[in-house]
């Protein structure tokens, strides 16, 4: 019998007219997708079909979050770039509120495990605690210097987490209304927070590339996991709390906390992976790129423990529902499950004022969080695209009393080992995107289709007409950046005689040693830059990768310095602000994303620096660091003026226009 794949590429479709900004999965279930786009739409998906059960509108910007709630995952969240926040009910396909009060995009969202409450992040730093049944806002928490990129509620919903890109993570009271704590251990912006299922513990996953853990009973940190090959994107606590799954770039990994370690690992393919949740032994991990949205499936009843090479759930029993056909060995070692005796669990903690707050709790009038009218919602629409899995899912008919069990759905099949899939147990060997060997790369195109199963055809169905914005290339997961790996391979003409293997290898050899020069060239203009580094003198490491003209080195340094506001002043903004207009406009997707990054820090945390130099009246007597800051600023403020009309220009590209958006109202605040 052939082996399967612990891990495989299950579906990818198109999701939205626009780029896809957010997605989020039905956790409590697994099988469901919820999609927010720059088509100022919100679709739903079911996991394993490419069709939409049921699009949603009435947002006037694009979508930038999304997150399911209700028992029974039968209401959706979405939040836009103008601060809008909507609530759809579901089963009953309408809209429910329309609550405004943030004045920049909504970044993070969740919903309260019991009350009618929610709660939203935004890029104006504020976390709000919305009632539902009351139309308004109840608190706003500050206290964050950045972008909230996450929220959750605690299990039993007393406490509030929130992580930000200021690299803090903040516990917050909701009785009190004030913090409990500041998790501050973090070197870059933090991604995600999750709370265990039942003990008082919080896991986080940063930029900084580390997975953290903190024990809520003493607030101290418990572990830290090693570093990662890239930013963590989500982690997702095992349902029985025996493990944490951590999602990054490409990777998936499965981590312990008493002591560190990491049990297993996966090489995905999903790139930035923006979700994930578990069903039927299963782990389900989505994420999106441009247009379209890729699902992943991973077999955890096959994740292995790293120090006795036994199965996972010997040490996190499951469910009669999830038992496997092949138990273990009776003789077999248990994998110890990490998590401290001690902690306490949600169910020790003494009753609070925190459940009566629904009674208790004043909605705040402010104008800025009483705008909200019956009028808003007109244009609110829920079309149902597929009536039948529609009603499958969120209007199932009310079954019976019977004495047979309710049918689960059955879990995903795995592929066989030897089907040319997207996903290999292997680590990455930096060999090329196309999987290769020799004898791959050989295969023609019919013998590939010739091995795709009718199954598989049908769940990675991408429709023929896919949007395409021009003039930007996408950023490949695979790939270096900046350069064409055609130019480094044979070119050969249709009517080509075979070649023999002795005049591949030939051919195949003199592409490699040119791509191996220029990447030669590239790792000594990264060292010169590095020696520079090393003296902490970001000014002349800046000044030295300009001069060396090559844009991929000051595309790695910029995105280095764009981690750490506190390495840059106005002579640096005024360095990079003459070199924006050509990362701006590139044609490579990764360069414009590094230049919208740059910008924006710039305009985050100097432009009321700018705007209050320039407005300022002339000095009495001579004050010369005065006069040096002006002209600092002066010089700044000229940039920006000449970048403002390619901005409006590139507003409007279906690929990367809401960050050129984001930064257009940024800019607006200079004005």
């Not at 939203?120 to 539902?132: A, E, F, M, R, Y």
């Not at 704590?181 to 896991?203: G, I, Q």
């Not at 740059?598 to 000095?619: D, E, H, Q, Y």
Request: charged share 25%.
């Amino acid at each position: 019998m052939a082996t399967t794949k612990r891990a495989w590429k299950l579906q990818e479709y198109v999701a939205h007219a626009g780029n896809v900004n957010c997605l989020a999965l039905g956790h409590k279930s697994g099988r469901v997708i919820v999609t927010g786009g720059d088509d100022k739409k919100v679709n739903l998906w079911l996991v394993g079909k490419p069709n939409c059960i049921m699009s949603l509108s009435g947002h006037t910007t694009p979508v930038e979050a999304v997150r399911f709630g209700g028992a029974d995952e039968s209401m959706v969240m979405a939040g836009s770039m103008s601060g809008a926040l909507k609530i759809w009910d579901l089963k009953a396909a309408k809209i429910v509120r329309t609550l405004t009060g943030h004045k920049a995009n909504i970044r993070s969202l969740d919903f309260h495990p019991f009350g009618a409450f929610v709660a939203s992040g935004s890029l104006d730093t504020n976390v709000k605690l919305w009632d539902i049944r009351r139309k308004g806002c109840i608190f706003t928490y500050k206290g964050h210097c950045g972008a909230v990129n996450c929220l959750r509620f605690s299990p039993d919903g007393r406490w509030l987490a929130s992580a930000g890109d200021d690299s803090l993570i903040k516990l917050w009271d909701l009785t009190a209304g004030k913090p409990l704590t500041d998790f501050r251990e973090h070197s870059a912006a933090v991604n995600c927070v999750e709370f265990h299922p039942n003990e008082f513990l919080l896991a986080s996953g940063s930029s900084d590339r580390t997975v953290k853990f903190w024990d809520l009973e003493t607030l101290k940190l418990v572990s830290s996991a090693g570093e990662d090959a890239g930013p963590i994107r989500t982690v997702f606590f095992h349902e029985e709390g025996g493990c944490l799954f951590s999602g990054s770039q490409d990777m998936l990994k499965v981590y312990g906390w008493e002591p560190s370690r990491c049990y297993d690992s996966f090489a995905m393919g999903w790139a930035k992976v923006a979700d994930t949740a578990i069903a039927q032994n299963q782990l389900i991990g989505a994420s999106f790129n441009q247009t379209n949205v890729l699902v992943y499936v991973v077999d955890i009843k096959r994740c292995q423990s790293f120090a006795n090479n036994q199965p996972l759930t010997t040490s996190t029993p499951l469910s009669n529902s999830e038992v496997t056909e092949k138990e273990p060995h009776p003789s077999s070692k248990p994998m110890p499950v990490p998590s401290a005796h001690h902690r306490k669990a949600y169910t020790d903690r003494p009753s609070t004022q925190s459940t009566k707050q629904s009674e208790e709790v004043k909605v705040e009038t402010d104008e800025e969080t009483s705008m909200w009218a019956e009028d808003e919602d007109v244009d609110s629409v829920a079309e149902i695209r597929d009536l039948v899995d529609y009603r499958e899912v969120f209007q199932p008919k009310s079954k019976k009393l019977s004495r047979t069990p309710p049918k689960d759905r059955e879990p995903f099949t795995a592929p066989p080992e030897d089907v040319d899939t997207n996903i290999d147990r292997r680590p990455p060997t930096g060999t090329s995107g196309d999987g290769g060997t020799h004898r791959k790369a050989g295969r023609s195109k019919a013998d590939k289709e010739r091995k795709v199963t009718p199954r598989s055809e049908l769940s990675r169905h991408v429709p023929d007409v896919i949007p395409k914005s021009p003039g930007v290339i996408a950023t490949p997961t695979n790939k270096p950046v900046g350069l064409a790996m055609e130019d480094f391979l044979p070119k050969t003409e249709p009517s080509a005689r075979a070649i023999s293997e002795e005049e591949a290898t030939i051919a195949l050899q003199s592409g490699h040693n040119s791509m191996a020069a220029v990447l030669s060239t590239r790792h000594k203009n990264l060292q010169v830059v590095r020696t520079m580094w090393t003296n902490r003198d970001v000014r002349t490491s800046l000044d030295t990768a300009i001069t060396i003209n090559d844009p991929a080195v000051v595309v790695d340094l910029l995105g280095l310095m764009c981690l750490k506001d506190q390495w840059w002043n106005l002579d640096i903004c005024a360095l990079v602000l003459s070199q924006l207009q050509d990362l701006l406009f590139s044609k490579y997707e990764n360069y414009v994303i590094c230049g919208c990054n740059a910008l924006r820090v710039i305009l985050k945390n100097f432009g009321a620096i700018i705007k209050t130099n320039l407005s300022a009246g002339p000095s009495i007597g001579v004050d010369i660091s005065r006069e040096e800051r002006q002209n600092k600023c002066k010089m700044c403020d000229s940039y920006l003026t000449s970048l403002r009309p390619l901005l409006d220009k590139r507003h409007s590209s279906v690929k990367i226009g809401s960050r050129f958006r984001e930064l257009i109202i940024l800019m607006d605040t200079l004005a």
